[in-house]
């Protein structure tokens, strides 16, 4: 009996492990989109190409060996390999050879390649940041629509149930004489207002979690559990005091940024290819080596034995050569010509991203301070919206004003709510840009 006990209890652990799991929050979400995400994944792949590449011009420097081993059988006429005659007698031949390159100088090319690599998996890594960063902060702006929206939703939900007590209140009042028929009518016609209200805010809230899941990658038929969020905080002034106010600078960008230090190290790239394609005008030395040797035998005739010809047939070669390039087709100054244009386009492209940065660290920055200075504004104008709507219904309930009033003063309160919790979100958001662009991480 205790056993099936002892089982279910444990279900019931393990069941609420997996729902707080689930739970995630504006952090949990942005690295589940940077893990599951398709191009960065292929971007990850694309890096580790680059570390390939790097270990093969590192190789480069290494001497390239390679052996060979041949057999010819040789019938009807054919020449003798140790008379160099003629004859008509079969031949079987087996030969052996070892030999080794090294290049010893190629116009620094192999230098300029094992650079060019690293470069490129440096400006690969910053890349990849980059793009993790990008979407890191898209899923964090979908992630504050879909705070957004709750809040719409719940104050939709909230209206609705004063809605509903007014409604309640005014039959009454309607029974004893108070109020007439016309203002029930208008009260039910402000609670189906308030249903719609709700029901379009609901579905704003599902497009804005299917957006949330897409850039996720989350599987859509699963349910997604949003944590409750620290972005925002229903009380206020005070806690916005709490945050910090960014200081606008006009200093430049260093390469903290990951997009200014993947087109830094495109411009290491495309010098280090220009400095490639100049060292083809230069000559190249190589040296080589080797070792050979060989057995011979007639068929059907006795012949030295396999040991001895090996040793006695042993030869051994070096050799250096000096390659001196005079003309192929204006190839190289093309070549040259094209990858100082690729120098001076990767040069405009870093001025280009720099500018940009800058902008946008400073637009950022702006709509941080503004959206404070709104943020401090709409909980004043909050404020006395609520108060002015509870005035409202007073006299509503005295009958000093009148269902449309009500009406009046209820929908600028709640227009005034979303409008302070847009506020607070873009906030947040713009926040989050601002310390992004000074240099702090997003994960």
Same mark, same amino acid.
Not at 18 to 42: K, P, S
Not at 150 to 159: C, D, H, L, N, S
């Given at each position: 009996?205790?056993?099936?006990?002892?089982?279910?209890?444990?279900?019931?652990?393990?069941?609420?492990?997996?729902?707080?799991?689930?739970?995630?929050?504006?952090?949990?979400?942005?690295?589940?989109?940077?893990?599951?995400?398709?191009?960065?994944?292929?971007?990850?792949?694309?890096?580790?190409?680059?570390?390939?590449?790097?270990?093969?011009?590192?190789?480069?420097?290494?001497?390239?060996?390679?052996?060979?081993?041949?057999?010819?059988?040789?019938?009807?006429?054919?020449?003798?390999?140790?008379?160099?005659?003629?004859?008509?007698?079969?031949?079987?031949?087996?030969?052996?050879?070892?030999?080794?390159?090294?290049?010893?100088?190629?116009?620094?090319?192999?230098?300029?390649?094992?650079?060019?690599?690293?470069?490129?998996?440096?400006?690969?890594?910053?890349?990849?940041?980059?793009?993790?960063?990008?979407?890191?902060?898209?899923?964090?702006?979908?992630?504050?629509?879909?705070?957004?929206?709750?809040?719409?939703?719940?104050?939709?939900?909230?209206?609705?149930?004063?809605?509903?007590?007014?409604?309640?209140?005014?039959?009454?009042?309607?029974?004893?004489?108070?109020?007439?028929?016309?203002?029930?009518?208008?009260?039910?016609?402000?609670?189906?207002?308030?249903?719609?209200? !709700?029901? $379009? &805010?609901? %579905?704003? +809230?599902?497009? #804005?979690?299917?957006? *949330?899941? =897409?850039?996720?990658?989350?599987?859509?038929?699963?349910?997604?559990?949003?944590?409750?969020?620290?972005?925002?905080?229903?009380?206020?002034?005070?806690?916005?005091?709490?945050?910090?106010?960014?200081?606008?600078?006009?200093?430049?960008?260093?390469?903290?940024?990951?997009?200014?230090?993947?087109?830094?190290?495109?411009?290491?790239?495309?010098?280090?290819?220009?400095?490639?394609?100049?060292?083809?005008?230069?000559?190249?030395?190589?040296?080589?080596?080797?070792?050979?040797?060989?057995?011979?035998?007639?068929?059907?005739?006795?012949?030295?034995?396999?040991?001895?010809?090996?040793?006695?047939?042993?030869?051994?070669?070096?050799?250096?050569?000096?390659?001196?390039?005079?003309?192929?087709?204006?190839?190289?100054?093309?070549? !040259?010509? $094209? &990858?100082? %244009?690729? +120098?001076?386009? #990767?040069?405009?492209? *870093?001025? =280009?991203?720099?500018?940009?940065?800058?902008?946008?660290?400073?637009?950022?920055?702006?709509?941080?301070?503004?959206?404070?200075?709104?943020?401090?504004?709409?909980?004043?104008?909050?404020?006395?919206?609520?108060?002015?709507?509870?005035?409202?219904?007073?006299?509503?309930?005295?009958?000093?004003?009148?269902?449309?009033?009500?009406?009046?003063?209820?929908?600028?309160?709640?227009?005034?709510?979303?409008?302070?919790?847009?506020?607070?979100?873009?906030?947040?958001?713009?926040?989050?840009?601002?310390?992004?662009?000074?240099?702090?991480?997003?994960?």
């Amino acid at each position: 009996m205790k056993r099936p006990i002892i089982l279910f209890l444990m279900l019931l652990a393990f069941t609420g492990i997996d729902a707080q799991e689930a739970t995630l929050t504006a952090t949990d979400c942005m690295r589940y989109a940077v893990e599951h995400n398709h191009d960065i994944r292929i971007e990850q792949l694309t890096q580790d190409t680059r570390r390939a590449e790097r270990t093969s011009a590192a190789g480069a420097f290494l001497p390239q060996v390679s052996a060979s081993i041949g057999a010819q059988y040789n019938f009807g006429r054919a020449i003798d390999p140790e008379t160099n005659t003629y004859t008509n007698v079969s031949t079987f031949y087996n030969g052996y050879s070892v030999q080794a390159s090294l290049p010893v100088f190629d116009g620094f090319q192999r230098i300029n390649q094992l650079r060019a690599a690293k470069a490129s998996l440096l400006m690969g890594r910053n890349k990849l940041r980059a793009q993790q960063d990008e979407l890191a902060l898209q899923v964090f702006e979908a992630f504050c629509n879909v705070l957004y929206y709750e809040g719409t939703v719940r104050m939709a939900e909230e209206k609705r149930e004063q809605s509903l007590l007014t409604l309640r209140q005014t039959q009454v009042m309607a029974e004893v004489g108070q109020k007439s028929e016309a203002d029930v009518a208008q009260m039910e016609a402000q609670l189906a207002a308030d249903d719609y209200e !709700i029901t $379009r &805010q609901q %579905n704003e +809230l599902s497009t #804005a979690i299917l957006s *949330l899941k =897409q850039l996720m990658n989350f599987p859509e038929t699963d349910t997604l559990l949003l944590a409750p969020s620290n972005l925002i905080t229903p009380t206020a002034p005070q806690t916005l005091q709490t945050l910090q106010t960014p200081q606008t600078s006009s200093e430049p960008l260093t390469l903290e940024n990951p997009a200014i230090a993947a087109a830094a190290q495109n411009v290491v790239v495309a010098r280090r290819n220009l400095n490639i394609a100049r060292g083809e005008l230069s000559p190249s030395i190589s040296i080589s080596g080797g070792m050979s040797t060989s057995f011979n035998k007639m068929l059907h005739n006795e012949s030295v034995g396999f040991r001895d010809q090996l040793s006695n047939n042993k030869g051994e070669y070096v050799y250096a050569s000096v390659s001196i390039p005079i003309f192929n087709r204006l190839q190289t100054l093309t070549d !040259i010509r $094209r &990858q100082r %244009n690729n +120098l001076r386009i #990767a040069e405009e492209e *870093l001025a =280009q991203k720099r500018d940009e940065l800058v902008k946008l660290q400073l637009q950022a920055e702006n709509d941080c301070e503004g959206f404070r200075k709104q943020t401090l504004q709409m909980q004043h104008k909050v404020e006395a919206d609520s108060i002015a709507a509870r005035l409202t219904t007073r006299k509503y309930e005295e009958g000093l004003a009148s269902a449309i009033d009500v009406q009046t003063s209820t929908a600028t309160l709640l227009e005034s709510r979303s409008r302070l919790l847009q506020c607070q979100l873009m906030l947040a958001l713009k926040q989050k840009l601002a310390n992004y662009y000074k240099g702090l991480p997003l994960l």
